[in-house]
């Protein structure tokens, strides 16, 4: 079984790498408000239909994230105990369990409200004038709880990194002010050069 850790390993980065999702949703919503505030019903439907799809995907990557976190535990000589014991693994799978009950949130009570607007909207129909107004409220709170998933996701990333070599305490705290001032960021500006 000790021969199938680096394997978990991998998995387990794989899948934490493709839980980048909030990241790539606050681009795509910043890319949308490009667009214009006025409510565009291809736009909009396209963007709607990457978010709520990409909450399926998202789901899949964390659960791998779950499983293959306490197989590398099982695995790599620590025992299940060390997630009580050890402060770095209880914290990630208290961030972990964080995403997933806000992603499950997002998914299963925001996401049905927009829904709901959006079906009363045909292509080719006429649209209400209250649409981008009956939108804005719930669409807020999500691109503010998709910055708070892409701060958790960072800051559980810094974390990971010291599952067995920790941080001095400083760049610790400085690492997670620079992920809050790298979140804030992607949700106010559309970040055409990567970190820049």
């Known amino acids: 079984m000790e021969s199938l850790y680096p394997l978990f390993g991998f998995l387990h980065v ?31 439907r396209y963007l709607e239909n990457i978010i709520r799809r990409g909450a399926t995907r ?11 976190g306490i197989l590398l535990i099982l695995t790599g000589g620590l025992g299940i105990g060390a997630l009580w014991m050890n402060w770095v693994l209880l914290t990630k799978t208290v961030l972990l369990l964080t995403l997933m009950g806000l992603l499950s949130y ?7 409200r927009i ?10 129909g006429p649209i209400p004038d209250d649409m981008t107004a009956r939108l804005k409220p719930h669409r807020v709170v999500r691109k503010r709880l998709a910055t708070v998933c892409l701060f958790l996701v960072i800051v559980t990333i810094v974390l990971g990194l010291q599952v067995h070599v920790r941080f001095s ?18 949700n106010r500006t559309l970040i055409r050069f990567g970190w820049v």
């Open 115 to 124: 829904e709901a607007i959006f079906a009363g909207v045909k292509p080719d």
């Open 106 to 112: 997002v998914h299963y009570a925001l996401q049905p």
């Open 58 to 68: 998202c789901f899949v990557f964390q659960w791998t994230v779950f499983g293959t």
């Open 14 to 44: 794989m899948a934490f790498v493709f839980m980048s999702v909030p990241l790539f949703n606050l681009i795509v919503v910043n890319e949308r408000a490009e667009l214009g505030a006025g409510f565009n019903y291809d736009a909009d």
């Open 169 to 186: 305490p400083g760049l610790t705290v400085g690492l997670i002010v620079l992920a809050g001032l790298f979140s804030w960021r992607v």
